[in-house]
């Protein structure tokens, strides 16, 4: 009896993972996977899913002497390891009651209601604080320990007792057994989002890389200041073709590789040197540098510094005020890299957009930066907007 019940909980959890999968194809589904932030809007579509997959669930359940032999909890659990509890709490309230009331005089009505309840709130805890990776593993304990408070609650509520014993013993094999199903569902969900956004973060990146090689207008303003510093001083003149040939040398070597940190901050400082020539007073720099062996993606600080020129510093009514920081620190086994500066700030609108994938083009170093990020480090920039200006950060591992 054992078996059979297992067999059909197993055939069920399989058709919840298929209908899962059809839905995810859908072009609303495409755009929310894309997004790395989801927003009120996101989360209400997929709790609705997930929600309506867990009455399904319900529905397309085995009873047996008054209970509901169902794929609920593994609905549940599935929308709160890969979405948080903005999803599984919802779910699991609403399929919860929808269970109450589908049979409000079944013996395990309220067990099912609490514990329905109890693995929202619980898969939802788990969200952001465990590896992608051991998302399905947590997904599994997570489902078990949720379906043995469904048990637990049946044998001290279900009366009489030995028809609550008999339930117990002939569903709780295939209840268990059945929240692999967790595992499974995660695991693909996980797969196609993984490899859906490394290749299209990876042509994405290697456009933008490109893109970035050689800024013309940044080339044209370097020559123009170069001419000008020839006729009242031409040795300064003599040091920032040295600091343009350094940084052209970095953007025609660029490849992807890693470098040491040094030979990075040496393409930044001969940016710095170019744009200081050319704005004067109004470029503050202050370098707080760690001695470090740390390596890192090229062309990766100097993008951060140009943004903060150019939509930090310039915009600002009293540029001489202007400052930027740029910092390499060793925090334990890990390096910050971090630029900041006291200018206007940023516009919460770019850092939305960055997150979303919706970079409008004049922002693309900056994207193309949190891009490369992610795919080395699994997690992009941080950007935050300051009182004063804005700072940008990163973390690498030595």
Avoid at 141 to 158: D, P
Avoid at 193 to 215: F, G, T
Wanted: charge should be positive.
């Amino acid at each position: 009896m054992k078996e059979s019940y297992l067999m059909i909980l197993l055939e069920k959890a399989s058709l919840i993972v298929v209908l899962f999968l059809l839905i995810s194809k859908l072009k609303i589904f495409k755009r929310i996977f894309e997004k790395e932030k989801y927003d009120k809007k996101d989360l209400f579509v997929i709790a609705t899913v997930f929600t309506l997959l867990s009455i399904l669930g319900t529905y397309n359940g085995v009873v047996y002497k008054g209970s509901i032999l169902n794929t609920r909890i593994i609905t549940i659990v599935s929308g709160g390891i890969l979405f948080g509890p903005f999803v599984s709490i919802p779910a699991g309230i609403i399929s919860g009651l929808h269970r109450f009331l589908m049979y409000p005089e079944s013996m395990t009505a309220t067990p099912c209601f609490i514990s329905s309840i109890c693995a929202g709130i619980l898969s939802g805890l788990f969200y952001k604080k465990i590896p992608v990776k051991l998302r399905g593993i947590y997904g599994i304990l997570v489902g078990m320990i949720s379906e043995n408070i469904t048990i637990i609650l049946i044998y001290f509520l279900s009366k009489p007792t030995d028809l609550a014993l008999d339930i117990i013993h002939t569903i709780y094999l295939p209840l268990i057994a059945g929240q692999l199903g967790i595992g499974f569902m995660v695991s693909i969900v996980n797969t196609i989002e993984k490899d859906k956004k490394d290749i299209e973060d990876r042509k994405k990146a290697e456009m933008s890389a490109l893109q970035r090689q050689i800024n013309p207008h940044f080339i044209f303003n370097a020559l123009n200041t170069i001419a000008s510093f020839i006729r009242f001083d031409p040795q300064k003149a003599r040091d920032l073709i040295i600091s343009l040939s350094t940084y052209l040398r970095h953007n025609l070597e660029f490849n992807d590789s890693l470098i040491d940190v040094e030979k990075e901050m040496e393409q930044v400082r001969s940016y710095i040197d170019i744009e200081q020539a050319r704005f004067g007073n109004s470029l503050n720099i202050v370098y707080d540098i760690d001695k470090t062996d740390v390596k890192i993606p090229s062309l990766i600080i100097q993008p951060l510094v140009e943004n903060a020129i150019i939509h930090g510093i310039l915009p600002m009514d009293n540029k001489s005020e202007g400052q930027i920081k740029i910092s390499v620190k060793n925090i334990d086994s890990k390096v910050k890299i971090s630029v900041q500066d006291n200018g206007v700030g940023i516009d919460q609108n770019v850092i939305d957009n960055l997150y979303s994938g919706n970079m409008p083009e004049n922002k693309i170093g900056l994207y193309n930066v949190h891009l490369r990020i992610k795919l080395y480090y699994h997690k992009g920039l941080e950007i935050k907007k300051l009182a004063r200006g804005t700072l940008i950060e990163f973390y690498v591992w030595r």
